[in-house]
């Protein structure tokens, strides 16, 4: 048995947003723009959203203090200021963080009775404000899945997952990747990498979310070195935001597997961008997978040879320094993850400590 069900409209075109001013008009005639202060500035995805929306009559606000890896102390803070706005719909603009916090937002203003820990419980909540989203990177694809991640007051990051935060809406328009630095562009591409991969072997794959896992695969293979090597290539940023809406549309069906899990640590506590912590641990989770479904394993070789070779060829290295109480705390939750019900393979804990010992600095 397997099902699909995608319930994004996704539009991917050059200038998306002139083209397509009369859909904003049908979320209603008071908009939310939720972005970070500095990217959507300079790649002029910001000015060309509010000249669409000036131009289809829609009033809008702007809420620009999103960050990377967006806490639950910001999503309060957002929440609080803008509670009696009472806004039609939500616009995420910008990459993975303000389109997962427009996502979290957006709920919270439907449901002002809740606050950001009952996100994570879905029988509280049956509706969020209609979302809208325009990446401007390309590797989450959050503008094509029904989860948002944010991170606790802990520190560690915790995802939840509701269809009603599937946004209504996908505007992508490749052009306004270009703007990334080499840095970005390689977190990102790795990000579509692992979900494309992550979601190929993963326990809960489906023939569809097959078809797009290999393609999306096929796509960065050939272009995210291009994107590297030259930065205004076009083609190669069209085939790379092609691969990570493609990706994303493929964990919205199967979810992401335990290098995520993985990863997170990494990233929160140690700075390192979410993309090239993930894909840090692929490659076991590639090789784990390879004892339960070889002939996958084959199709993925086919495309990349050694899929490891591919992550570091692309210049993905880390070495971070983690204490003993760290590695304990890490190995102990990715033990307990519920992303081991559908990773394939033995993750042991001899075998996590010795993948977060390989990034670990002498």
């Not at 560690?156 to 935060?165: D, N, R, W």
């Not at 590695?327 to 001899?350: C, M, P, Y």
């Amino acid at each position: 048995m397997w099902q699909y069900f995608m319930p994004t409209k996704v539009i991917f075109s050059k200038n998306v947003l002139e083209k397509n001013i009369d859909l904003f008009k049908n979320f209603g005639s008071k908009a939310l723009i939720i972005t970070g202060k500095h990217s959507s500035k300079k790649n002029g995805s910001l000015q060309d959203l509010e000249k669409s929306l000036q131009s289809a009559g829609v009033y809008y606000e702007i809420y620009d203090k999103i960050e990377e890896n967006p806490t639950y102390s910001l999503i309060r803070e957002a929440v609080y200021s803008l509670r009696d706005r009472n806004f039609d719909f939500i616009i995420g603009l910008g990459g993975g963080s303000p389109l997962d916090s427009a996502k979290a937002i957006a709920v919270l203003l439907k449901n002002k009775d809740m606050n950001v820990e009952d996100l994570y419980n879905a029988s509280k909540y049956e509706q969020s404000l209609p979302i809208c989203a325009i990446p401007t990177t390309s590797g989450t694809g959050s503008e094509v899945t029904q989860y948002s991640v944010l991170t606790d007051d802990s520190g560690y990051k915790k995802g939840f997952a509701h269809l009603s935060i599937f946004p209504a809406l996908a505007l992508i328009d490749p052009i306004y990747t270009i703007s990334m630095n080499a840095s970005l562009t390689r977190s990102t591409g790795l990000d579509a990498l692992c979900h494309a991969v992550e979601g190929f072997v993963s326990k809960r794959a489906t023939p569809v979310s097959d078809l797009y896992a290999v393609r999306a695969m096929e796509l960065i293979k050939e272009n995210l070195p291009k994107a590297l090597e030259n930065p205004e290539d076009l083609g190669a940023r069209e085939n790379m935001a092609c691969a990570s809406c493609l990706a994303g549309m493929v964990i919205s069906q199967t979810s992401t597997t335990l290098a995520h899990v993985l990863g997170y640590p990494l990233s929160t506590f140690k700075g390192i961008r979410h993309g090239d912590a993930t894909a840090l641990f692929l490659d076991s989770i590639v090789n784990q997978a390879e004892k339960e479904i070889p002939e996958k394993i084959a199709t993925i070789k086919k495309i990349f040879t050694d899929i490891g070779e591919f992550i570091a060829s692309v210049g993905l290295k880390v070495s971070v320094q983690i204490t003993d109480e760290e590695l304990e705390s890490w190995v102990n939750r990715a033990k307990q993850a519920a992303h081991n019900q559908w990773t394939r393979g033995i993750f042991d804990e001899k075998l996590l400590r010795h993948l977060y010992e390989r990034v670990k600095k002498d």
